[in-house]
């Protein structure tokens, strides 16, 4: 894979983390163009600009965006309804660039500076107290979509580090664990030592019918 072309074809994307084009973020679908197995059309939140900006970076004809992997809109931020949430911390655990606060048993609230429009917060919530709400009436031009972009994909990269360094974390605490609970071996007596010496000594001499100590 072309790394140089990955990257400029990721800083192309919106950074929204949505997964909508069947990767699991922008940087997955930026590699899988670079290698030249997807089609550059499947990136709703970065429009028909957006498509057209991957097509000229790789040299390739644009195309329209393809339906199935969802349409052009205006951009969309979270919103919790207060009243509703229980504070399971779900759709924290869900956000791509860390722009729900809250805490357990506690209400949470979106950032909505910070918030890329995913929808991800969304299905994990049990109590349905999460919306999409539209910010403006039309779909953003393509300049305000890069101004986006590089903050949430500062903010996802923070977030990935962050989930990163935990991992490490509880990985040097489970060996600590593992280390401290594994059985010491019991140091032997002088005593025992010499009287399994001995024990070897009469197994050997009852094989062969001579005994320490004694005539043939």
Excluded: W
């Amino acid at each position: 894979m072309n790394e140089q072309l990955a990257r400029g074809l990721n800083a192309l994307l919106p950074q929204t983390q949505c997964t909508r084009c069947g990767y699991p973020a922008c940087r997955p679908y930026a590699e899988a163009m670079a290698r030249d197995e997807v089609d550059i059309n499947r990136c709703a939140p970065g429009g028909q600009a957006g498509v057209d900006a991957l097509a000229a970076l790789l040299g390739r004809t644009s195309k329209p965006l393809d339906p199935l992997f969802g349409l052009e809109a205006p951009a969309t931020v979270a919103l919790i309804d207060e009243e509703v949430c229980i504070g399971c911390t779900k759709c924290i655990q869900a956000c791509p660039v860390d722009a729900i606060v809250g805490a357990n048993k506690h209400m949470h609230t979106v950032i909505a500076a910070e918030c890329t429009g995913c929808g991800l917060c969304i299905p994990p919530c049990p109590v349905d107290c999460i919306a999409m709400v539209a910010t403006s009436s039309a779909p953003l031009a393509r300049d305000q979509n890069l101004v986006r972009a590089t903050v949430a994909r500062r903010r996802f990269e923070e977030r990935n580090r962050r989930l990163a360094r935990k991992l490490d974390e509880r990985a040097a605490r489970r060996e600590t664990t593992l280390r401290n609970e594994a059985p010491r071996p019991v140091p032997i007596s002088r005593k025992a030592v010499l009287a399994a010496i001995a024990r070897g000594k009469a197994k050997r001499a009852a094989k062969t019918g001579k005994f320490d100590g004694s005539s043939s």
